[in-house]
């Protein structure tokens, strides 16, 4: 059964501290992505990447960065969390030319900044 | 730019009769998929459907078929008989070669439905 796995199903954070959200895909697939949802926003895109220590900025990158050191792993940064931050965070992967294959999705992590 | 939209909120409907979930894409790109993705309250994204941009047949699954109307630029999804279990946000999404030939994939705001008795 393929899987996306993210580390953490909820999360709660204070103000400043700098937060690690872990992605880990065992499809062997070479796109892998950071979504973040909010309500009436939908999905917006944050970063994804295409290839080990590959990243590309989505539509909204600014307070993330990321980290791909191994192909199944792909992890989101906050460098300083803030209230704003708070939202459930979505991680999925597909393969390289993906075509009609769709993106595999994580189980999602609620992130909670106070 | 590209761009999904999805102007239908929150959508009703009464089980067993059809509804149609609106979808409208902007991209430049001549090669692009489209999809759609179900997400019950649980919060996991289950795929439900994908259309090619040079496939001429809408596509079917089951109870969920897209109507692609190229020239317009929708996508919309539509689910047959509909059951309580239908009740979700539904997203529309597009994939679309990025500059290093990736597949940059952007969603809309999603559709809630849902389906009373």
């Known amino acids: 059964d393929v899987k996306v796995t993210q580390s953490s199903r909820y999360l709660v954070k204070r103000t400043g501290e700098k937060v690690f959200l872990e992605c880990v895909q065992d499809m062997d697939h070479e796109n892998m992505f950071w979504y973040r949802q909010d309500p009436g926003l939908g999905l917006r895109l944050i970063y994804f990447s295409y290839d080990v220590k590959m990243k590309e900025k989505g539509d909204i990158p600014e307070g993330y960065s990321v980290s791909r050191e191994k192909k199944e792993r792909f992890s989101l940064i906050l460098e300083s969390a803030s209230t704003n931050q708070t939202s459930m965070y979505l991680c999925?992967?597909?393969?390289?030319?993906?075509?009609?294959?769709?993106?595999?999705f994580g189980q999602g992590t609620r992130l909670t900044v106070v | 730019a590209q761009k999904i939209t999805q102007t239908q909120p929150g959508m009703f409907v009464q089980e067993k009769e059809a509804v149609t979930l609106d979808c409208t894409y902007d991209t430049s790109d001549q090669s692009y998929g489209l999809f759609w993705y179900k997400q019950p309250s649980s919060g996991e994204m289950i795929f439900l459907i994908y259309q090619g941009s040079y496939d001429e047949q809408n596509a079917t699954e089951g109870r969920y078929s897209l109507n692609f109307q190229k020239a317009r630029k929708s996508a919309n999804l539509v689910i047959s008989a509909s059951q309580l279990g239908d009740s979700a946000m539904y997203f529309c999404?597009?994939?679309?070669?990025?500059?290093?030939?990736?597949?940059?994939?952007?969603f809309g705001t999603g559709t809630r439905l849902q389906v009373f008795p």
């Open positions: 999404a597009m994939r679309t070669p990025d500059y290093y030939n990736t597949d940059k994939l952007i």
């Open positions: 999925a992967s597909s393969p390289l030319s993906g075509g009609s294959t769709e993106a595999f």
